[in-house]
């Protein structure tokens, strides 16, 4: 049988590539529509037909798989994508991550996975979350956030210009947890930016200690 090569979205590529179907199967479905009067009661019902299509398909450049459910309502319209899985990406989880303790890891992926899951609060929580952790780890609850950043300029862990930027994410953090603010997308991207600048530095600190144990003895 003559291979079926289409063009989609492979979230490893992230863009449109060509790519092999290698996996197709359509299954129908009858759901029921039910109309209701101003009082809640139910007037009507009616079922409706339409087909869920499952497709698995397989990069043809980096050989990655991807799978697509689609919705088919009517065969003269363009089928509609109902589920894609790996979602797409909207921010990569840092590689570098692996160096840090392991709470770090685990709540550093579920913000990125809430993110990519196309949530906006809960990773500006998160993100508020890890800063704290980060800030108990160092010196202890000493207090409200104000009093926390200032300890920690105090005693060198940050400089002056990462507690001004760490201030503003910890008050997104603190809009999106007591005042319900939704913020755009950008704004996330930009607070992640912030706290990865804080975590990168003692990441880093273990990679150099792998790379000393690495250099070849005089």
Known sequence: MEEKIKSI??????CKTQQKVIFNKGVLDSPEIIGYDKNGNKLNSFFTIVANIYEITECCGCKKIN????????????DEIILTYPNNQVRDIPKWIVNLKINYIGLFREVYTSLNCGNITLPLIGARTLLDLYIVEKIGDVGTFKNKLEKLLEQNFITQVQKDFLSVALE????????????ELEEVNKVLDIIESLFREDALKVETKKLKRNIPRK
């Open 67 to 78: 799978l697509n459910v689609y919705e088919r309502k009517d065969p003269r319209i363009e």
């Open 9 to 14: 979205y492979c979230y490893n590529c992230k």
């Open 172 to 183: 997104y953090g603190n809009a999106a947890a007591h005042r319900g603010y939704i913020a």
